[in-house]
């Protein structure tokens, strides 16, 4: 559909890391270089699909498709002002795309096109972070924490969901900035928290949210319990 369309689409984010890592997938995200929305009414017609969901806010569409959902998005650049919680959107490039995403193991993307169909495209080096279970920023921490708060409670959440380390400069940058997940709402805050108490390993996010004072910010009653118990530990 793709190629009949003349549309660069890719598979991205999340999907494409679980596959390497052979973990079992279930929701697919792709961007195209173009118009997401438009793209997305076109699969649904292919497929004879009623259901799908658009939000036009964020230049995203969803299609339930059996036991699978397929979010669809344009290639975007991202930015936030210091005091919002919503992103200002511009159209971009792929290279855009992957750069604006949390980490470089969620900003591997795979050609979906005919000619190129299975090609992997990893500008910043995610494949090799996946082998070393590393957690690290496409670009420098501070600017893809500043563009979005909450990749700072992401960053504890994949730690306790995957088993990976998350690298030292991130951890700084999220002790430096954990003030600035002020400007996230609650409802966002809430589900990475949860997120993280439903991982394997629960207390591997939770410490690194103590240890980093994010835990102080976004829940600052959870965070003084932690404390004394960690006090009656010692």
């Known amino acids: 559909i793709a190629d009949a369309q003349h549309t660069e689409a890719y598979l991205v984010g999340g999907y494409v890391r ?9 929701d697919i995200d792709i961007v195209v270089v173009g118009d997401g929305i438009a793209f997305a009414r076109t699969i649904a017609n292919v497929f004879g699909r009623t259901n799908l969901v658009i939000y036009e806010t964020f230049g995203t569409a969803l ?3 059996d036991n699978t959902k397929i979010e669809f998005v344009g290639a975007r650049r991202e930015s936030y002002h210091k005091d919002s919680r919503k992103p200002a959107v511009a159209t971009g490039t792929l290279q855009d795309d992957l750069s604006r995403r949390d980490f470089t193991v969620n900003a591997i993307a795979v050609s979906l096109n005919s000619p190129t169909f299975g090609n992997i495209i990893d500008p910043f080096r995610g494949r090799e972070d996946l082998a070393r279970k590393l957690l690290r920023t496409p670009l420098e ?3 893809t924490f500043d ?3 909450l990749r700072i409670m992401r960053a504890m959440r994949f730690s306790a969901q995957l088993g990976f380390e998350v690298e030292p400069q991130v951890l700084e940058a999220a002790r430096s ?6 400007i996230v709402s609650q409802e966002r805050i809430t589900d990475e ?9 629960p207390s591997v996010g939770l410490q690194l949210m103590f240890d980093t004072g994010v835990l102080q910010v976004v829940f600052p009653e959870v965070a003084q319990m932690a404390g004394v118990d960690q006090r009656k530990d010692h």
């Open 141 to 143: 921490p501070a600017a």
């Open 18 to 26: 679980d596959l390497l890592l052979g973990r079992s997938v279930t």
């Open 147 to 149: 563009d979005d708060p």
């Open 63 to 65: 299609l339930p498709l």
């Open 177 to 182: 900035m954990s003030t600035r997940l002020s």
């Open 193 to 201: 928290f949860l997120k993280t108490m439903k991982s394997p390993r």
